[in-house]
Every structure is written in C-alpha cells, then in structure tokens.
C-alpha cells in the first residue's frame, strides 16, 4: 500500500486547508483510513478515522465540528477537510491505512500499519 499526502500550508487562524491522500494497492481486507499529526516536539496523535466500506467517521474530540474526513472509493481517496483551524492544529499530518485485523480502539491508540509522506499544516495566530 502507498499513500501520498497533499494540501498543507500556511494559513491564518480561522481559515480552511483540504488535505487529500491517494492511495494504491489498497485489499479488500482494509477497514479503515485515517489521518494522524504530529506536532514540533509533541507525541504523534489520532485526528480523524473513516471505515473504507461503510464510511462511518471517527474524530478526535477538539476536532470535531470543524474537521470532516470523507472517501471516494472509486478514486482511492481520503480527504480531510479542516475548517476554523487554530494555531494548535499546527503540525505534520499524516495519512495512514489499516491491514484490516486490529481493531479500531487500537489503531487510533497505537497508529495504523501504512503511512505516507506527512503534509504540514502551518496556522498562524
């Protein structure tokens, strides 16, 4: 599986940026897609999760309501539209897959199996 990451910038306080990641090679037995961030200094986090099948959406709490993580399964496509950003969501973001057979509890703890290239999210104050 390979994922590549795109959209980061640099933005004011209360601005928008889409991220969006292409995958390829994704099974059959992928469950869900997801993206993570790090921040300068800080562990990585779980930001945002969606299942590949259903498209049930998962959001780490201070993002919810201002982050929509969508997919297009035709394209092979995740995207995470991130709206009213703050300056604490500056960081390197992460795109990421599952295998299909951990559950979701441990890969928004522990991380997902695939990664692609982070794309940083600047947002100045």
């Known amino acids: 599986v390979q994922l590549q990451a795109s959209g980061g910038g640099l933005v004011q306080a209360g601005a928008s940026l889409r991220l969006s990641c292409a995958a390829s090679?994704?099974?059959?037995?992928?469950?869900?897609m997801g993206w993570f961030r790090q921040a300068p200094e800080k562990e990585r986090e779980f930001v945002a999760a969606?299942?590949?099948?259903?498209?049930?959406?998962y959001y780490k709490h201070s993002v919810k309501g201002r982050f929509t993580i969508s997919r297009d399964k035709d394209k092979n496509t995740v995207n995470l539209q991130m709206d009213s950003l703050k300056p604490e969501d500056t960081a390197v973001y992460y795109c990421s897959a599952d295998k299909g057979y951990k559950a979701l509890s441990t890969l928004m703890t522990y991380g997902m199996d695939y990664w692609g290239e982070g794309t940083l999210v600047t947002v100045s104050s």
């Open positions: 090679g994704l099974t059959d037995s992928t469950n869900y």
């Open positions: 969606i299942s590949w099948s259903g498209g049930h959406t």
